[in-house]
């Protein structure tokens, strides 16, 4: 079994920042990809950024690209989201999520949440 422990989600004023993080534990062989997602009241789950770890490749949703930056501690199998500069439409439930393994298994985090307010 794979865990996910998330933290870091609080709120923030507009233009403040946040680090999120998502500690991966349990039978991990290999992990294939990391990423963030992030689910609004009403809304649909929506990719936020995903690294892919073998290349180290990084992709952003259009909305915080240069906002927000995805990394990751390989020695914790923990991955981060910072973000920065924050705005009202980023607040959501923030889930992390990987892709383990030859068969690429996913599993997701509970789930942190994040709410940008003033």
């Known amino acids: 079994q794979v865990q996910l422990v998330e933290s870091g989600g609080g709120l923030v004023q507009p233009g403040g920042s946040l680090r999120l993080s998502c500690a991966a534990s349990?039978?991990?062989?290999?992990?294939?990809?990391m990423g963030w997602y992030r689910q609004a009241p009403g809304k649909q789950r929506e990719l936020v950024a995903t690294l892919i770890t073998s290349s180290g490749t990084t992709n952003y949703a259009d909305s915080v690209k240069g906002r927000f930056t995805i990394s990751r501690d390989n020695a914790k199998n923990t991955v981060y989201l910072q973000m920065n500069s924050l705005k009202p439409e980023d607040t959501a439930v923030y889930y992390c999520?990987?892709?383990?393994?030859?068969?690429?298994?996913?599993?997701w985090g509970q789930g942190t949440q994040v709410t940008v307010s003033s």
């Open positions: 349990g039978r991990i062989f290999r992990i294939n990809a």
């Open positions: 999520n990987i892709d383990v393994g030859t068969y690429h298994l996913s599993y």
